[in-house]
């Protein structure tokens, strides 16, 4: 007569089983194959092919960074005169609030200036009140001729981007603005020299008036170059978010126009802080997209972040545990490859001599 065998032991067999069929399985993958199912970064660092340092999640962006560029006053926008991937020099104007106000006051308080300047044109000056004076007159004067070749080069701007105006105008009005600037610069460095002198008398009272009027008057206009949004820096509008009739905020939040340096192209990757020590500058990276599935791009470790965060670019698959930190860490890219900012790719840092000993294991080629 059989015997009943015990539950417990069967169990205990049927798990032996599986485990012996699922070695089996696992011994019958190549090292390159385990390397595309367990992912590069958590291969196994001491075999023979391995050739993956780590691997991260990154996204593209222009050689700077991409810039969310918001306005610095609240108001209704008037005009737009930036377009999708216009190439602008920095200076250039992309966008106009309504400024009817603002002009209003650079009016009052240009005629609040030249009557004080009037009243104080009837004291008597000399020595070193005299040569303050002439220094003070020219400063202000070149701050006036800053405001007007500004007013020129915006002028220039908006008519060449409507098709009124031509590229020379625009050209000639910019280095005349950039001459301008020189000029101010200038001026204000020799009213500088001139108020260090030693023994300079004190402003009679005419003078600060005066002094006080051409302050209003350059803050009324500091105050309309606020209204106006300008490029940071030579680039390329990535995109335009303002529309006419809008009201723009004064808010990171809020941007209006997004601007980046596409002259070349560079990654942002986040590095799980297990995998942080196996990355270092000037290591060679492969970058895949989704987007070109036959294609592989590469680029070089250029910075690694020295403080750890929580990650901000979402993964594919399973979701990353709540506690999960992240180095980040910038890859420039070589050429110029054609990856959109912003696209999500994977990055796998190719395994070297520094990688191998920081992860314990051997390069071999």
């Known amino acids: 007569m059989l015997k009943k065998i015990d539950p417990t032991v069967t169990a205990i067999l049927g798990a032996a089983a599986l485990a012996m069929l699922g070695g089996f399985a696992f011994n019958t993958l190549t090292h390159s194959e ?5 992912g590069p970064a958590h291969a196994d660092a001491t075999a023979p092919t391995a050739q993956w340092a780590a691997s991260a999640t990154a996204r593209v962006e222009p050689k700077d960074g991409e810039v969310r560029i918001a306005s610095e006053v609240g108001g209704k926008i008037d005009e737009v005169i930036a377009n999708t991937n216009d190439q602008v020099k920095a200076g250039d104007l992309l966008i ?89 610069a200038a001026a204000k460095s020799k009213l500088a020299q001139v108020n260090a002198q030693p023994n300079m008398p004190l402003q009679q009272r005419l003078e600060s008036s005066l002094a006080l009027a051409r302050s209003d008057l350059t803050s009324a206009e500091l105050a309309l170059e606020r209204t106006r949004i300008r490029a940071p820096a030579d680039g390329t ?9 809008e009201t723009a905020v004064p808010s ?13 192209l560079r990654l942002r990757a986040e590095v799980e802080e297990r995998d942080a020590a196996r990355v270092h500058v000037g290591q060679r990276v492969v970058v895949k997209a989704d987007a070109f599935p036959d294609k592989t791009f590469e680029g070089t470790v250029t910075s690694i972040s020295q403080s750890l965060a929580a990650p901000r670019i979402a993964t594919r698959g399973p979701r990353r545990p709540n506690d999960v930190e992240v180095v980040e860490v910038m890859v420039s890219l070589d050429d110029h490859p054609p990856l959109f900012t912003g696209m999500r790719v994977d990055t796998f840092f190719k395994l070297d001599n520094q990688a191998a000993n920081a992860s314990g294991g051997t390069k071999t080629n």
């Open 34 to 38: 385990f390397s595309s199912v367990a």
């Open 252 to 264: 990171p939040e809020s941007a209006v126009v997004v601007f980046g340096d596409m002259s070349s």
């Open 96 to 184: 106009r609030l309504e400024d009817a106000d603002y002009y209003n006051k650079i009016a009052a308080a240009g005629a609040e200036a030249s009557v004080r300047e009037r009243e104080r044109g009837e004291e008597a000056a000399t020595g070193l009140a005299l040569d303050r004076r002439n220094a003070e007159d020219a400063v202000a004067k070149a701050q006036r001729s800053v405001f007007a070749a500004h007013e020129a080069f915006d002028a220039a701007y908006r008519a060449q981007k409507t098709e009124k105006g031509n590229a020379d105008a625009v050209d000639k009005a910019r280095k005349d603005l950039a001459a301008k600037v020189d000029a101010l």
């Open 237 to 245: 509008v990535l995109n335009v978010l303002a529309r006419v009739g």
